[in-house]
């Protein structure tokens, strides 16, 4: 089992571009959240996806879109990038009523 | 507004020696407090975690203490190890979609 896979790991963008993080799990889970980590400021949740086909907005949605593509995937989207969305950016899974999230390994994203 | 707040920010303990985090929660509805570990490079993962109606909870050298009463929980880390280093994060949830907030992370280092 790989767990929850991200891509890209690294990608830098210029300001105005957009562009798709990608999200999959294989542990058969019905939630998928997706978080920002900032220097000082913890992990803050961006949108949230409870089940297949419902989505809502975390803490600090704004500049953000999400897509629940099915049961396994979760992606984010940057309609135009702005230098305060360079961030290293989470996606994790977990099951309702089991309260554990399991993380993927970030990518890091730069905005200039 | 910061509903958990982590201190310290950074930490150095010897080897051997105990690793104490704290956090402080303000919305009395928050039912779930786990701490996460998370590696330079790698995503969050789930280390231990205490529901608020019992006061400790002890897993191998881990151990979390939590004061309902005056909102605050703590991880100890005993006989702390050169592996143990990393950023701890605390978190609390109060619903059953397991949306969490995240204090702001401590770097713990332990010295040889």
């Known amino acids: 089992n790989a767990g929850v896979t991200q891509t890209p790991k690294f990608q830098v963008l210029k300001t105005g571009q957009s562009m798709t993080l990608q999200c999959a799990q294989d542990?058969?889970?019905?939630?998928m959240y997706w978080y920002r980590q900032d220097p000082g400021m913890g992990l803050r949740l961006i949108y949230y996806?409870?089940?297949?086909?419902?989505?809502d907005k975390g803490e600090v949605p704004n500049g953000y879109n999400v897509s629940r593509l099915n049961k396994r995937e979760f992606s984010l989207r940057l309609e135009s990038a702005a230098p305060s969305q360079t961030s290293v950016y989470f996606c994790?899974?977990?099951?309702?009523?089991?309260?554990?999230?399991?993380f993927g390994p970030g990518t890091r994203l730069t905005v200039t | 507004q910061q509903q958990v707040k982590q201190s310290p920010q950074s930490l150095i303990v010897q080897k051997g020696g105990i690793s104490i985090i704290n956090c402080a929660y303000e919305?009395?509805?928050?039912?779930?407090f786990p701490w996460y570990q998370q590696f330079p490079g790698k995503g969050p993962a789930l280390l231990i975690a205490i529901r608020p109606d019992v006061s400790e909870k002890k897993e191998g050298r881990f151990t979390i203490s939590f004061n309902k009463s005056a909102k605050q929980f703590s991880l100890h880390i005993m006989d702390s190890q050169p592996g143990d280093s990393a950023t701890y994060f605390c978190a609390a949830s109060d619903t059953g979609f397991q949306k969490l907030v995240f204090g702001t992370g401590t770097r713990l280092l332990v010295s040889p």
């Open positions: 994790a899974s977990g099951e309702y009523g089991d309260y554990e999230q399991y």
């Open positions: 542990m058969n889970h019905n939630s």
């Open positions: 996806s409870a089940s297949e086909g419902t989505t």
């Open positions: 919305n009395t509805a928050f039912d779930y």
